[in-house]
């Protein structure tokens, strides 16, 4: 399927992204759309062709589609056909989209998305009936998802008649680029005032809550005693500006990394967005694939659906699935910290104190809500030591739920000889129903709070009983650089990686390592992740993994999705990537998910760090 030319995605935040249409006037998305520009022929970037010619076939009336295409030339984008009918309209009366490759007008089209219709090529598609979905989470979500697996990667989505400020962000998060003024205007000739927390009635107001340019000098007294036209007039440049500050809003939020937290809180104004929320991280798939890596900000997780978002459940699915701990025969659980990492915590600092030297013959796990449990050696590891919750000593029911599931994982499939579980309240509540489940006998080693000197010192004679004959640990700093790798690149990198001959320079956690006296691989302290040099990325070259193709040339700088022939389809925003082609091996980071290097025809898909010509 031939990709767009005229919809550029810039930069993402999970499915939602800013973009831009390069059309007449360059349009920055996420959009609203005035829905009055749509039949602006002279003016509007954006047109509804649908009007504009026969309705009964628009292949019919070529002098009509001549005459469209002379007045707009090719930086317009015109939708086609009209798309005003509802999902459960009959198929034999849908005026079909036009053919493939014969679509009489040149330039940018966008066409009306049906289910279970075939997808023609297009820069713009639109979903059809979007406006019945209303207060219906569940068809919204499976709507939206069945039309981005239809679709390529890179083009825009249309999503008419249903944006309102109080859902604009939701819209935003759920991959939609444009939205319109529909919902706005028709509900300022219903009297209705919008505001980002919900709509009211104007009869039921006591006074106006904005203060834009058309309402601060207004009184709402004056405004209902309006003749209706021109109340109408007021309320729909007060609901227009509205819904557009709130896009606004929505795509600095996702510039910064931080929509997800934005939604989280808003999403409570309506009951059908909270559970759209909830439904859209059950389809894990999809939402995982589009979360990045790492973000430039700490996660914050004050609310329910914290323990669903993509990121906290892949954090724990890796650590199921990719890490292996260090060979120790003693687990220490630990409660988590509100300073990260953990161990550079007031609490944390006493901890390693109390086991002093017995510590090397322990395998350290902290228990935490969100992420369940953090192994000591990803504790720097994002979002492991980039996230803040709310502290208040309660945890509720789905809070114990999933952190005692997480720590049930990890000792079904990891064992020790000994478990001394160092936590109160909560944490020892957790612990205990695990031991109890499992069949495993925990120590408790704490009495009368975690960091007093009689629990601490509970804590140093038990390990002193318990590590004589115990496993002595090699190398601490290894199992923490081959802990991060396999939790990057997957299990088994960290010894190809690090193998056993080489030397990690550098104090934590800066760490540096070296083979043979040349550089292979840096810890990033800023998000627990390791930056590979050309050495170390020909040492993963055999795994197959978390590659990308490209035709031969040599790159500078950075690889432009038309240049990509292949992505490794785990490959995920941020993640470190190791780019190889004919002529050059390069090392350097994704910004698309491997999915998108395959199917964008626009766009920076890997910016370089190493770049080295293969003679």
């Known amino acids: ?167 604009a962000a939701m819209l935003a998060y759920l991959g939609v680029d444009v939205v319109d003024t529909t919902r706005a205007i028709v509900s300022a000739y219903k009297d209705i005032y919008l505001t980002s927390a919900g709509s009211h009635y104007l009869d039921s107001m006591t006074e106006l809550p904005c203060r834009c340019r058309h309402c601060a000098d207004l009184d709402i007294n004056e405004l209902r005693s309006m003749e209706k036209k021109k109340r109408a007039q007021i309320i729909e440049r007060h609901n227009v500006d509205a819904l557009e500050a709130e896009m606004a809003l929505a795509r600095e939020r996702i510039r910064n990394g931080t929509l997800r937290e934005y939604v989280e809180g808003s999403c409570r104004n309506r009951p059908w967005l909270t559970a759209m929320l909830r439904l859209l991280d059950m389809e894990y798939t999809y939402m995982e694939e589009q979360a990045p890596i790492v973000r430039p900000r700490d996660m914050i997780a004050t609310t329910g659906e914290s323990l669903t978002r993509p990121e906290v459940v892949r954090f724990a699915k890796r650590v199921h699935e990719r890490y292996s701990p260090p060979e120790a025969d003693i687990l220490v659980l630990l409660p988590c910290s509100a300073k990260k990492p953990y161990s550079i915590s007031n609490s944390h600092y006493r901890f390693i104190n109390a086991m002093g030297k017995y510590r090397k013959y322990v395998h350290e796990v902290i228990i935490t809500s969100p992420l369940g449990i953090v192994p000591r050696e990803l504790e720097l590891t994002y979002p492991a030591a980039n996230y803040d919750t709310t502290v208040t000593g309660y945890w509720d029911a789905e809070e114990r739920k999933w952190v005692q599931g997480c720590l049930e994982q990890y000792l079904t499939k990891h064992s020790y000889s000994h478990i001394i579980a160092h936590v109160d309240g909560a944490y020892r509540e957790i612990c205990e129903a695990v031991s109890e489940k499992l069949g495993i006998e925990f120590t408790y080693t704490c009495q009368d709070g975690v960091t007093s000197p009689t629990s601490l010192g509970t804590l140093k004679r038990t390990l002193s009983d318990l590590t004589s004959g115990a496993r002595k640990r090699h190398d601490p700093r290894q199992d923490l650089m081959r802990s991060i790798a396999d939790y990057q690149f997957g299990s088994g990198a960290g010894k190809l990686i690090i193998p056993d001959g080489a030397t990690i320079k550098a104090p934590f956690p800066k760490h540096q390592v070296f083979l043979n006296k040349e550089q292979i691989a840096t810890l990033v302290p800023q998000y627990g992740i390791i930056a590979l040099t050309v050495a170390g990325a020909r040492r993963l070259l055999p795994e197959e993994e978390y590659i990308v193709t490209i035709d031969d040339f040599v790159p500078k700088g950075s690889i432009l999705a038309p240049g990509i022939t292949g992505a490794d389809p785990q490959i995920r925003i941020n993640d470190e990537v190791i780019v190889i082609g004919k002529r050059a091996l390069c090392i350097g980071r994704a910004l698309m998910s491997g999915r998108e290097m395959q199917e964008s025809s626009r766009g920076i898909a890997v910016d370089l760090r190493h770049v080295k010509k293969i003679h």
């Open 1 to 167: 399927m031939t990709m767009t030319r005229y919809f550029e995605i810039l930069q993402r935040d999970g499915a939602a992204r800013i973009g831009k249409l390069l059309l007449k006037n360059v349009i920055s998305t996420p959009y609203v759309l005035n829905t009055m520009d749509l039949h602006d022929i002279d003016n509007s970037s954006i047109l509804d062709g649908g009007s504009l010619w026969s309705s009964v076939d628009p292949e019919t009336d070529p002098k009509r589609l001549q005459q469209l295409r002379e007045r707009c030339g090719e930086n317009v984008l015109i939708i086609l056909p009209h798309r005003s009918y509802p999902p459960d309209a009959p198929d034999d009366e849908v005026q079909k989209a036009l053919p493939e490759d014969d679509h009489p007008l040149g330039g940018a089209i966008g066409i009306t998305l049906r289910p279970g219709q075939p997808v023609a090529k297009s820069d713009m598609y639109v979903m059809e009936g979007a406006g019945c979905f209303e207060n219906k989470a569940r068809d919204m979500i499976r709507g939206m998802l069945a039309m981005k697996e239809a679709i390529p990667a890179d083009t825009a989505v249309y999503v008419p008649d249903l944006a309102l400020p109080e859902n």
